[in-house]
């Protein structure tokens, strides 16, 4: 009887010779000093920088940065910003805000003059010299300068990080104290964030694996109306009933929280920060 070939595999000699003729793997090397984005190599991604969508030039040198930002500050211009580029051309003040009376939406119209981010036109309009899809990047641009002026964070924003099956980019992503934060810029009013918005950066934290994470609306209307439910039902496992820490400042974990700009914005951002890294903080004696 005859004895059935029994088929061989690559001796040990051939898998050596194929492994040795590959190329050479490519090595990515991180720039000194960007802590976190090595942080999110470590933890296994490829992070990349999107370019962020503003309405002056990213490379804006120091001085008038700085005042564009502190402008900024004030949710009043915030808004007014926001109208103008809704407004997808020329527009009056009183088109780009109806929550400022008519002489303060023009004191802000000339402010932008005065920035360098928007021209006169005829007839008492205006027009950005530096159109944007949305206000998002902008929005993501001031936090991420705040964060590292004021608290000293090294931070990045509109991050992509590439991870399989998860969608949309980190907007602002932050490391302090060998921590990763991770914040979630949100430029619209309530009603108009959908239950799949709020999935799409639970996917997000449980991929990153931050040690915080902040949801933010930039919006002084009340978020324990809808944002809140909407949140609470992303929770994978029962968690205690969310924890107002001050105003519109909710701690739905101790490593998850959820901030408006009530009374002020990046106030109540780093309440969250203080209560998340008091919560990672070891038990007092």
Do not use: C
Request: a neutral charge; aromatic letters at 8%; hydrophobic letters at 45%.
């Amino acid at each position: 009887m005859t004895e059935p070939l029994i088929q061989k595999g690559p001796t040990a000699r051939d898998q050596e010779r194929h492994a040795a003729e590959a190329p050479p793997p490519q090595r990515t090397l991180l720039q000194p000093g960007g802590e976190v984005l090595a942080m999110l190599v470590r933890r296994g991604f490829q992070p990349s920088m999107a370019t962020l969508d503003l309405p002056f030039p990213l490379d804006v040198d120091e001085a008038l940065a700085e005042r564009i930002a502190e402008r900024l500050g004030h949710y009043a211009f915030r808004l007014f910003l926001r109208g103008a580029i809704l407004r997808r051309g020329s527009f009056t003040p009183g088109e780009a805000s109806k929550y400022v009376e008519a002489p303060r939406a023009t004191e802000m119209a000339e402010e932008l003059v005065a920035l360098g981010m928007a021209t006169r036109e005829e007839g008492g309009r205006y027009q950005l010299r530096h159109p944007v899809r949305n206000f998002g990047g902008t929005l993501e641009w001031y936090v991420a300068r705040e964060l590292r002026g004021r608290l000293g964070f090294d931070v990045a924003a509109g991050v992509k990080f590439h991870a399989p099956e998860v969608g949309g980019d980190l907007d602002v992503v932050a490391a302090a104290e060998g921590r990763l934060l991770y914040l979630e810029m949100k430029s619209s009013p309530p009603k108009h964030l959908a239950q799949d918005e709020v999935a799409a950066f639970f996917r997000r934290v449980r991929a990153l694996r931050p040690h915080l994470a902040i949801f933010v609306m930039d919006t002084a209307l009340r978020l324990s109306d809808k944002v809140l439910p909407l949140l609470q039902a992303e929770l994978s496992a029962p968690t205690p009933e969310p924890r107002r820490v001050l105003r519109e400042v909710w701690a739905l974990t101790p490593h998850l929280y959820m901030v408006n700009a009530k009374q002020d914005l990046m106030t109540n951002v780093g309440i969250a920060i203080a209560e998340g890294w008091r919560a990672l903080s070891p038990p007092p004696p």
